[in-house]
């Protein structure tokens, strides 16, 4: 089955069945990138719960909800909602305000959308497992980075039997670590927690468990270059390039099999250079491969107005919400973004917060 699988949208309008949604949460974050995607999934938004009025009665006038509360228990002992979206920030001491957020709701009965962070420790995402077995009810992470259309089709190529195995993989983020001292302060180490979910969900996505890592931080930008041996028997490097350039593409993915690689650039442009031969060296005339083995290039255009170069397709917003509507509507769990995936995630973390540079690690 591959994981790519192009498709025609429908518009929220034309769902037979939809979802009872409540949403928690009123910020920027959720005005941007995550109310809009309604307009394309299975869902009758009748609730918002924010800690400010203003704000939620705001949004509501925005996105057609019904109603709008301040406490999320009223707001799910009123509505009984069949899901429920959350996004939020921070407590004062660094944890994330979600994860209880979500064992509310899923004991209230709801399945949960939940943004990531999931939690800001392995021991809160172990929690919410248990919580989501007994209770039943699905507890999905926003890991938008693993539905982007680029990456997906990235994992189809290397699990390809003509890729060979996938050997090495390298992924670059725009990352700081701070120094030493500050790694076991949740505070001080928010910005790792709220962005390691990306590459985190990256690496977990096309390479699987990490077995061990070990990594070498640079004291004026916070940068760190680590090296990660899976379980699979691949290696690969992650790199928090702190201190490049905010002007150029901000990340890079490349994947290196056997005879062929393929790289991710800037999200959307996807080059995957296929098995070719070497060139006679000293004597080819022309660099030009035959088409069997020429490199193949996948990159949206921009002149339409089309749905596949809106933000919400190209960085999987519209596709990691329809993927947790259609799990609820059709009963079962959902196959990615799950609690797993954080927890291996939360290993990553808990490996960069615990271990000095310079040593290597199980992770």
Not at 32 to 39: A, C, K, L, M, S
Not at 89 to 111: I, N, P
Not at 158 to 186: H, I, N
Not at 241 to 259: D, F, H, K, N, Y
Request: proline share 5%.
């Amino acid at each position: 089955m591959p994981h790519h699988i192009p498709r025609e949208i429908r518009y929220n309008f034309e769902y037979e069945r939809r979802l009872k949604a409540c949403f928690i949460g009123a910020g920027g974050h959720a005005y941007r990138n995550v109310y809009p995607t309604f307009r394309y999934a299975p869902v009758d938004l009748v609730a918002i719960c924010d800690l400010s009025k203003d704000r939620a009665d705001g949004f509501a006038r925005v996105f057609g909800a019904e109603r709008t509360y301040t406490d999320h228990q009223a707001m799910l002992a009123a509505e009984k909602p069949d899901v429920v979206f959350i996004v939020t920030s921070y407590t004062r001491d660094g944890h994330v305000q979600a994860t209880q957020l979500a064992k509310d709701v899923v004991e209230a009965g709801a399945h949960v959308w939940m943004e990531k962070p999931t939690a800001a420790s392995r021991a809160e995402v172990e929690e919410l497992i248990a919580v989501s077995k007994r209770t039943g009810k699905n507890i999905m992470t926003g890991l938008k980075k693993t539905f982007f259309p680029a990456i997906e089709k990235l994992k189809d190529i290397v699990t390809a039997p003509e890729f060979g195995r996938l050997t090495s993989l390298v992924v670059r983020y725009p990352q700081a670590l701070p120094a030493p001292d500050k790694r076991g302060d949740l505070v001080a180490m928010q910005s790792v927690i709220d962005h390691i979910y990306h590459p985190g969900a990256i690496i977990s996505f096309l390479a699987g468990e990490i077995e061990r890592a070990s990594f070498e931080w640079a004291e004026p930008t916070g940068a760190t270059i680590a090296s990660l041996k899976f379980k699979s028997g691949a290696i690969g490097a992650l790199h928090f390039s702190a201190g490049q350039s905010w002007g150029g593409p901000l990340e890079r993915v490349e994947a290196i099999g056997e005879g062929s690689h393929a790289v991710v650039e800037n999200g959307v442009k996807l080059t995957h250079y296929r098995k070719a031969k070497l060139p006679s060296y000293g004597r080819a005339s022309s660099w030009i491969q035959p088409e069997e083995s020429a490199t193949v290039v996948y990159e949206p255009e921009f002149s339409l107005g089309q749905l596949y170069n809106n933000n919400m397709f190209t960085l999987g917003y519209v596709p990691e919400v329809l993927h947790f509507c259609e799990a609820v509507l059709e009963g079962r769990a959902v196959s990615k973004g799950t609690l797993e995936t954080a927890l291996d995630i939360m290993k990553l973390y808990d490996f960069y917060a615990t271990t000095p540079h310079g040593v290597s690690a199980a992770v």
